[in-house]
């Protein structure tokens, strides 16, 4: 088992940064990849990034490409996602999501993460 815990979201100014941290902590020996992912009200669960938690491999959505930057601290058993330059659209509910099955191509499926943190709310305002 593994829980979750997110914080660092708020209010933001269209064009300004926030970085967001999630803490994991329970049997984190167990994580194969590590991702964001973000809701706003009235649409679905969306992709944000994701990495390996023991490796180098990272993804994102290409909404967030080139702006935001997902990392981690092993020892610490957190993971980061700085955010700059953000958009009214990136305004949503953000959850980090711990994923223990070996393999890639499915990082970006929500279902396939079976730990979830309680998500953070980021709001950017125009």
């Known amino acids: 088992q593994v829980q979750l815990v997110e914080s660092g979201g708020g209010l933001v100014q269209a064009g300004g940064s926030l970085r967001l941290s999630c803490a994991a902590s329970g049997r984190t020996s167990s994580i194969y990849t590590m991702g964001w992912f973000r809701q706003a009200p009235g649409k679905e669960r969306e992709f944000v990034a994701a990495?390996?938690?023991?490796?180098?491999?990272?993804n994102y959505a290409e909404s967030v490409k080139g702006r935001f930057t997902i990392s981690r601290d092993n020892a610490k058993n957190t993971l980061y996602l700085q955010m700059n330059s953000l958009k009214p659209e990136d305004t949503a509910v953000y959850y980090c999501?711990?994923?223990?099955?070996?393999?890639?191509?499915?990082?970006?499926?929500?279902?396939?993460?079976?730990?979830w943190g309680q998500g953070t709310q980021v709001t950017v305002s125009s």
């Open positions: 999501a711990a994923r223990f099955t070996v393999g890639w191509d499915t990082i970006a499926y929500s279902d396939d993460y079976k730990s």
């Open positions: 990495l390996m938690w023991l490796g180098v491999s990272k």
